[in-house]
């Protein structure tokens, strides 16, 4: 064997005694036939926040908690670039790369625009962040595309267009991410991460190449999982921060390692090339914060290639500078009619047996709750801004600072403690900017005095400062809807007193106004808050707003303090509603049955909360629940406590079921009279410290799903799911629920939704029976890079919705998904009566409860006439009833006439031609300015509008009066 290595090193010594002046890159003419082509594609990962905050990467502060600045990357490519044309580079993180062009001169600017037109600098994946695929839900990824590819647009116009996405970091990848990329022009995805077991199959089958299609076989595009991960292959890190051996080609030195290195390197493309079909394989040198020091990288990659490409013939590769653009055009050219297909999804991703990634499903579930409000606040601030003719942009703090929290260390909850916090100031400090927008906005529509309106950001928490302050004074309300459509909503409001009565300032005429006890639990969120909360039902016109003047008064009329129900029996309690019969346990507050009065059906349904122990490291493996690793110590979870029922109150509006589980959970269920849900409103932590603990909300029911159940997709298309048998049992069958978890009975035809505030792991793991993740505790790391435990100690609330029915009525789930996203938007002033108590914006185009304006973005403007970018959906798919709806975009908003309008890809950076292969097919029942929305379809224009003759002076005045006022902000 020792004979074999000496006689292999002395060829190839002979062999490296070939011409120094042979270039790394060659042309493809160049390659000999049967030659391997090695696409080395130079790149760097920049975390968007996980170890340190976003500002400590780019900046290259706190370097004693993680070497890394990334102005410096991007300087250093940039000079290695300019100075060697024949070198390429791709980036993706927006986020960073739009500072680092704020932060520098034309001179760097001129550089970057050189090469982005030598094709060197390619841009990937186009977003602001690299988003999560699991939490995240399909308008804030659509949002987070659009913040970095229309920045590319706005300053490189078509040079800089991605048309590859790059997921290479996520844990594991959704349908809905694919399709969202398919439909913002992206024609490739190249991914890293997919269970341990799939990847090895997929390997030894050559399939590591295929082509994705949505579950609803709409989108399609083509797929490559990275082989062995998104870094240089082991050894072969040249980076400054890196301890592998550089390549010492000198004979003279001592250090001469050439021939062991180039052994090494050689033995890893045969590996590679093993596993891939078209004569092309991608080599990523790079990784998280690669090329701090570029030059150092990149002469050490040239003296790779230079000695391989010199034998190219005797090794079989060939070795080329390259981008993922070019590697996936040369695959689809060679073998793309010959590649697999692919749908559904790659959750849970599993890197062995007893490590697979559910946790984060669910982990700082206060962090994802606050993601998904703000979401709603965004779409709210940015409607308001339209509709006022603001020409500023004062949504957009929040709207970057959304997109950086979709990142895949963001929303996930595996950022160290200090870095979430960072992204909590982030978002709220977005969200103030855009409770200025609301409240300015909505006193020029209303006619409030400027400066009157404040927000009630803590009412979740049963705290409003501005009530706090009304002793003996009257409040005026205002409540706008985000929908399209128009609504009845009940509306909660933290007060000091219940000396109040309600007015609807539109009709002058009194409203019932309810005045309940808070929740004693919620002094664990939040000691000061206010002790009575006032509830009445808002009727809200579509995209519009409705005013009530809640009037002081010693001796309130058209008003009521509910109080418990006595309790004289242990007798079980029956609660009736339009939609449902619901029968709750006398003793326990716990529900038993629900009727669903459309259909007959009944079925039993009882919510119990259970906790898994995380579990440490045992016998079978060392692995430990954290906060990207759910793993419980056993497949069975321990009931939590035993339920006891704490208050019983009602009036005809709706009833309440108050239960507390222990001192740090507590429950109130609700049934509404008119509303075809059942909500579940949940209080759970602090989560004691003694043990890890994954805390479940478990709904028992009669209903049959052999062993199936189905998810959402980011909040798209519902996939479904078989229980798997598995060592993992519970980890192992846990999936991503964005929005909402169904159990569907075939034999009765009746299903179970629940809808979810917030993003949760979610599973059913026995017959009838559905759980979902709401908080977790770990005291220990997963040793999966955070290291640090998920030590969450913050109280959460949150809520469910449950809805029963036929399964042929789930197009009503998907309305109930959007009022639950589009949660109406309340504002508060002191002593103040409105000129205009109520007004609706949404014209006759729109009002369609399966319509959804997903996105109205304010991008030019001149004069009178305003640009917007317009995002338009059809929210259900055709399997669940969706039927094709035409728009007329002339009549989207009141008050406002079409100019004109150009469709774009879904992210709105670049022309729809440039996204669909068939036109002709694509608008067929288009006609003029009425176009078609298809199920499931969102759409995206430039639409310009100028105001209609009768509302210009108005536009005019509100709009010289916003710009008075936000200069003197």
């Known amino acids: 064997m020792k004979r074999r290595i000496v006689f292999f090193i002395c060829c190839m010594l002979g062999a490296f005694s070939i011409s120094e002046g042979v270039s790394p890159h060659r042309n493809s003419e160049q390659r000999g036939e049967g030659t391997v082509k090695v696409h080395v594609v130079p790149h760097t990962h920049n975390d968007v926040g996980k170890y340190k905050t976003v500002d400590q990467y780019y900046f290259g502060t706190q370097n004693q908690q993680y070497q890394a600045g990334v102005q410096y990357i991007i300087d250093t490519v940039v000079d290695e670039l300019t100075a060697d044309p024949s070198k390429t580079f791709v980036y993706m993180e927006i986020a960073y790369f739009k500072r680092w062009w704020e932060h520098r001169d034309k001179t760097w600017h001129n550089k970057v625009r050189k090469l982005i037109k030598n094709k060197q600098l390619e841009f990937v994946g186009g977003g602001y962040s690299m988003n999560d695929e699991a939490s995240v839900h399909y308008m804030a990824t659509v949002d ?67 082509t994705w299609h949505s579950t609803a076989g709409q989108d399609k595009i083509f797929s490559s999982v990275l082989y062995e991960g998104y870094g240089a292959p082991a050894g072969f890190c040249f980076d400054s921060t890196c301890t592998d051996p550089p390549i010492v080609a000198d004979p003279e030195s001592p250090e001469y390692n050439l021939p062991e290195r180039i052994s090494a390197f050689l033995e ?153 916090d960072d992204y909590f100031r982030r978002l709220a400090e977005g969200q103030t900017f855009c409770e200025g927008v609301i409240n300015r906005g909505l006193e020029k529509l209303s006619g409030l005095k400027t400066g009157s309106l404040e927000s009630c950001r803590l009412a979740n928490e049963s705290y409003c400062e501005i009530t706090s302050r009304a002793e003996n004074k009257s409040l005026t309300v205002v409540v706008y809807n985000a929908r399209p459509v128009s609504r009845s909503e009940y509306i909660r409001i933290p007060l000091l007193n219940s000396n109040y009565e309600l007015i609807d300032l539109t009709t002058n005429q009194p409203v019932p106004l309810t005045f309940l006890e808070v929740n004693p639990a919620l002094h664990r969120v939040n000691s000061d808050v206010l002790p009575v909360e006032g509830v009445f039902r808002a009727s809200l016109p579509a995209l519009g707003y409705s005013t009530y003047r809640l009037q002081h008064a010693q001796y309130p009329r058209h008003s009521q303090t509910l109080t418990p129900t006595p309790r004289n029996t242990v007798s079980d309690i029956t609660v009736e509603s339009q939609f449902y019969t619901a029968v709750f346990d006398g003793i326990t507050g716990s529900l038993k049955t629900v009727t669903n009065k459309l259909t007959g059906n009944s079925e039993e349904i009882t919510a119990k909360f259970l906790e898994y122990r995380s579990n440490t490291g045992d016998s079978a493996s060392k692995q430990a629940s954290g906060a990207h690793i759910f793993r419980p110590a056993e497949n069975t979870a321990e009931e939590i406590g035993h339920p006891v029922l704490m208050k019983h109150i009602s009036n005809d509006d709706f009833t309440e079921i108050w239960q507390t589980f222990g001192d740090w959970i507590s429950l109130v269920t609700r049934v509404y009279t008119d509303k075809s849900y059942i909500e579940v409103e949940w209080v759970v932590g602090p989560l004691p410290a003694d043990h890890g603990r994954e805390v479940i909300l478990r709904y028992e029911t009669s209903l049959s799903t052999q062993e199936k159940f189905y998810t959402d997709s980011n909040g798209r298309e519902m996939i479904q799911r078989r229980l798997k048998k598995q060592e993992e049992q519970v980890a192992g069958n846990y999936y991503p629920v964005t929005t909402r978890i169904v159990l569907l009975d075939e034999n009765s035809g009746m299903q179970l939704t629940v809808l979810t505030d917030r993003a949760q792991g979610g599973s059913s793991l026995a017959e009838g029976q559905m759980e979902l993740m709401v908080h977790r505790r770990t ?185 008075t006022f936000l200069m003197q902000c």
């Not at 300053?155 to 694919?178: K, L, M």
């Not at 391989?308 to 055009?329: A, K």
């Not at 779409?379 to 004062?394: A, F, H, I, K």
Request: proline share 3%; with cysteine; hydrophobic share 35%.
């Open 144 to 210: 987070q595309f659009s913040a970095g590819m229309v920045w590319l647009t706005e300053n490189f116009a078509g040079a800089a267009e991605p048309t590859v996405a790059w997921q290479i970091d996520t844990y594991g990848h959704s349908a809905a991410q694919a399709a969202l990329s398919a439909q913002s022009g992206l024609k490739g995805i190249f991914f890293s991460r997919l269970h341990f077991e799939e990847y090895e199959q997929r390997k030894k089958d050559r399939e590591l190449e295929f």
């Open 779 to 963: 005291l220990t790391d997963d040793n999966r890079g955070v290291d640090e435990p998920l030590q969450d100690d913050l109280v959460v609330k949150g809520k469910h919705w449950l809805y029963f029915s036929r399964f042929d009525s789930m197009a009503e789930n998907r309305v109930l998904g959007q009022e639950l996203f589009y949660k109406p938007t309340i504002a508060l002033a002191l002593d103040e009566i409105p000129q205009h108590p109520s007004q609706t914006y949404s014209d006759t185009a729109v009002n369609n409860k399966y319509i959804n304006v997903a996105t109205i973005i304010n991008v030019d403007y001149s004069g009178d006439v305003f640009t917007y970018l317009l995002r338009l959906e059809n929210i259900t798919p055709k399997m669940e009833g969706g039927e094709p709806i035409t728009v007329d975009l002339e009549r989207i908003f009141r008050g406002k006439t079409l100019v004109e309008f150009e469709e774009k890809g879904l992210a709105g950076d670049r022309p729809i031609e440039n996204v669909v292969e068939d036109m002709a097919q694509y608008t067929k029942y288009d006609e003029g300015n009425v176009i078609s929305l298809q199920p499931l379809q969102i759409r995206t224009f430039f639409a310009t509008y100028k105001p209609s003759t009768e509302t210009s002076g108005l536009s005019d005045k509100i709009r010289k009066i916003m710009c």
């Open 268 to 420: 890893f493309l045969q590996e590679q090339a093993a596993h891939y079909r078209s004569g092309n394989i991608m080599l990523t040198m790079g990784g998280d914060f690669s090329f701090q020091n570029a030059h150092q990288y990149f002469t050490n990659l040239d003296l790779l290639m230079k000695y391989v490409n010199q034998n190219s013939t005797e090794y079989g590769f060939e070795m080329v500078y390259s981008t993922p653009s070019r590697y996936m055009d040369e695959v689809t050219s060679s073998i793309g009619d010959s590649l697999s297909e692919r749908k559904e999804d790659f959750f849970p991703y599993a890197d062995d047996a007893h490590s697979y990634w559910s946790g984060y499903f669910t982990s700082r579930p206060a962090l994802k709750g606050y993601v998904r409000d703000c979401n709603n606040v965004l779409q709210t601030c940015r409607q308001l801004e339209v509709l006022v003719g603001s020409p500023y942009c004062d949504a957009d703090k929040l709207w970057l600072a959304m997109s950086v929290a979709q990142h895949h260390d963001a929303i996930t909850g595996t950022s160290k403690k200090r870095v979430a």
